[in-house]
C-alpha cells in the first residue's frame, strides 16, 4: 500500500481504504455502474464509514440491498 500511495502521490490511508472495494458483490457494483444503488450509498459510505464485509448477503444488508 505504501508503494502505491507513493508512486500514485495519495495517502495510504485512501489506498487502505479502498483495497476492500473490488470484494463488493458484482450486482451491488452493476448497481453502482448504472446509477441505480441505494441513495444513501456513498463514495464517503463505502471507503470511509463501513468496515466491508466479504460476505455478498451481509454487503447487501449493510448497504439496504433487497
Not at 470484494?23 to 459510505?45: H, M, N, R, Y
Request: charged letters at 25%; aromatic letters at 6%.
Amino acid at each position: 500500500m505504501v508503494e502505491i500511495a507513493t508512486r500514485e502521490g495519495i495517502d495510504k490511508s485512501y489506498v487502505a481504504r479502498v483495497m476492500d472495494l473490488p470484494f463488493l458483490a458484482p450486482d451491488i457494483t452493476e448497481s453502482i455502474i448504472t446509477g441505480q444503488q441505494p441513495a444513501d450509498l456513498s463514495v464517503e459510505k463505502l471507503t470511509k464509514r463501513i468496515d466491508l464485509p466479504m460476505s455478498w448477503e451481509q454487503q447487501h444488508k449493510l448497504m439496504s440491498f433487497s
